[in-house]
Each structure stands twice: as structure tokens, then as C-alpha cells.
């Protein structure tokens, strides 16, 4: 069963592939828009394209709403059929916590120094990083957390070490009991499985 998606990153493209396999999709073609202001300019044709094919497109909230669903609401209030318009609390960072043993296991730290309720961080990314100071491995640290003086958020390896993290020990599923967002974007897309499968055995796929 074919997806198209629309994502801000590199980062975030791992995860919706994760997340669509997990409620029986593979994503055909992903757009990569480098920022959240791209995707909310094309955000009307996604989902007009969305009448006639599933399309799933995923935001971080950051601090542009006070909620998943307030945001939705203001960006997209009329969703066509076939889309599934997900938000991240408050970054897909947060997503990745949630699976707090394997991300613990991964990143050499103990699981009691990952936070068990990380929509209700404000920066989840920043926190990450945090958190992977206390790595007992200098290759983690080396890799995810910026040098002093840097004027980077992160390190230089950083979304190719967490990319590999979501496709190799990342699940969905664990991390969704302790993620609602997630949970809840979970719950759209097999939705949405279900309702594209009947269009297409009705041959009902609309206009």
C-alpha cells in the first residue's frame, strides 16, 4: 500500500518511513522541504492531491500553537479524504525519547536519565543532546553533541547517528505509549489504511 509524504528533514523522512510501515504503508515518494515554511506553503495542494491518493505530511508543533490541535485547526481545516496531517509534540524528537529503553541502550546511558513524559518538554532536540553528554561512549558524545565554541545545536553526526537509531532499534509502537501525538498519528494512518483500502475494492477513489 502506497503513501506519499511531505516532511521538514532528513530526521524526520526516517521516521514517517518507520511510522507508515508500522500501520501497513510504504511510502512511494517522500518531499523533503527543508523547513516547516515550505510545507505550509504547498500544504492546499498536498491536499487537494489528497482527494485521489493517501498522503501523509508530518510538523513539529515547536511553539506555534499551544496545541496539535489548535494548530491543525488554523493550518488546515478542511483535510481532504485521503490526507492524515500529523504534528509532533513538540518536535519528533520527542518521538524518539518515548522509546526511552532502546534510545538508552543506543546512546550508553542509564534508562532513569531519559524523561518519561517528553511532549511536555519544550525542546525535546535540545534535551537529547542533553541527555547524551552523560553517554559512556566518546564516539556517541563525539558524534551527537556539538564541541564548546561550535555555535552549533547539535554535532556533526547527529541526524545520520539518530536516523540509524529510527531505522534500526526505534519502535513505534513502545514509543506510542508514551507519546499521545504519536499514538494519535498511529491511529490516522491505519484509519486511513482502512479507508483507502475500500475506495480502492469499491473502486470509489473520488474526484
Not at 505550509?40 to 493517501?54: C, F
Not at 519502535?171 to 499521545?180: G, I, L
Request: proline content about 6%; charged content about 25%.
Amino acid at each position: 500500500m502506497c503513501l506519499n509524504a511531505a516532511v521538514e528533514g532528513s530526521l524526520d523522512e526516517a521516521v514517517v518511513r518507520r511510522v507508515a510501515h508500522s500501520a501497513g504503508f510504504e511510502v512511494s515518494r517522500i518531499l523533503l522541504a527543508q523547513g516547516k515554511g515550505r510545507i505550509l506553503k504547498q500544504i492546499d495542494g498536498y491536499n487537494k492531491s489528497a482527494r485521489r491518493s493517501p498522503w501523509f505530511v508530518l510538523l513539529d508543533l515547536d511553539r506555534d500553537a499551544g496545541c496539535a490541535p489548535e494548530f491543525i485547526a488554523n493550518r488546515l481545516p478542511q483535510r481532504a479524504p485521503y490526507m492524515c496531517f500529523r504534528i509532533a509534540v513538540r518536535e519528533v524528537e520527542a518521538w524518539l525519547l518515548a522509546d526511552s529503553d532502546a534510545l538508552a541502550k543506543y546512546l550508553r546511558i542509564s534508562v532513569g536519565q531519559i524523561c518519561d513524559q517528553p511532549e511536555l518538554l519544550e525542546q525535546p532536540k535540545n534535551y537529547l543532546v542533553s541527555i547524551t553528554r552523560k553517554s559512556t561512549s566518546p564516539q556517541i558524545k563525539q558524534a551527537i553533541v556539538p564541541r564548546a565554541g561550535s555555535g552549533r545545536p547539535v554535532g556533526p553526526q547527529y541526524v545520520l547517528m539518530m536516523t540509524q537509531f529510527v531505522e534500526q532499534y526505534w519502535s513505534p509502537e513502545r514509543a506510542s505509549r508514551r507519546s499521545p501525538s504519536l499514538a494519535g498519528c498511529l491511529r490516522c494512518l491505519r484509519a486511513l489504511r482502512e479507508k483507502w483500502d475500500e475506495a480502492v475494492r469499491t473502486g470509489n477513489i473520488g474526484a
